[in-house]
């Protein structure tokens, strides 16, 4: 992965809207009864847990950076390494915002894919449209940002089948192009976070339709 101090993981760790929002992209194909293993790849200090842990028999964190790790809490298992020897068969692959930090993406999906289940699926959310890549890109270590046609095409040639890929969050494409390529700010304040994620209810009911442009991308994809 790229270099990253992972700061804004605290400042997110109370978007509790924003997390349930984009779960909500999700639940749909979460089945009845709950995976039976799943995994938080690239999970930092678990940010995004309390919203699958139910709906997992087992959940085991991916997190190579020991201090998040160490600090990360909700998890049956929490690995540095997933080595070939571990036969782990994860039916449920969650990557928040985690692609984006990989240099080589396709390799790591490549070998994501062989630690999966058959039939598993991967739950990804990524940045959207290199045109709004700026200073906070930079600041969070991003090696890019995706277009629907690049995040798809990389997961096809990695072995998933895409089922959906949705734009998300068209407000932040307006602050986020402002923050990062016209003011260039590199961080955010715990206040601002605190303020969009009163904002998240709104908008989640504008986006009942899919906006035209979008700071992220909600992905599921199947292994095949």
């Not at 690239?42 to 991916?62: E, Q």
């Not at 700010?185 to 976070?193: D, E, I, K, L, N």
Request: hydrophobic residues 40%.
């Amino acid at each position: 992965m790229s270099e990253y101090s992972g700061w804004e993981f605290e400042s997110l760790s109370k978007a509790s809207n924003y997390y349930t929002w984009i779960v909500s992209h999700f639940r749909s194909f979460f089945p009845k009864h709950g995976f039976f293993k799943g995994l938080d790849y690239g999970g930092g200090c678990g940010n995004f847990a309390p919203y699958v842990r139910s709906h997992c028999d087992k959940l085991t964190l991916y997190e190579p950076d020991a201090i998040l790790r160490d600090g990360a809490t909700g998890y049956d298992e929490k690995l540095e390494v997933l080595s070939d020897d571990q036969l782990s068969a994860f039916d449920a692959v969650f990557a928040i915002n985690v692609l984006e930090h990989i240099v080589d993406d396709y390799s790591a999906l490549e070998a994501l894919r062989d630690k999966m289940s058959f039939d598993g699926l991967l739950f990804a959310f990524v940045p959207n449209d290199p045109q709004i890549f700026g200073s906070l890109d930079e600041e969070f270590g991003h090696c890019r940002r995706y277009s629907k046609k690049t995040i798809k095409d990389t997961l096809t040639d990695a072995g998933f089948r895409v089922i959906v890929c949705r734009r998300f969050n068209g407000l932040g494409w307006f602050t986020w192009g402002l923050m990062g390529r016209v003011l260039k700010v590199r961080r955010w304040s715990m206040s601002s976070v605190q303020a969009f994620d009163k904002l998240v209810p709104i908008l989640a009911r504008l986006e009942r339709v899919e906006p035209l442009l979008a700071q992220s991308l909600v992905v599921v994809a199947r292994k095949h």
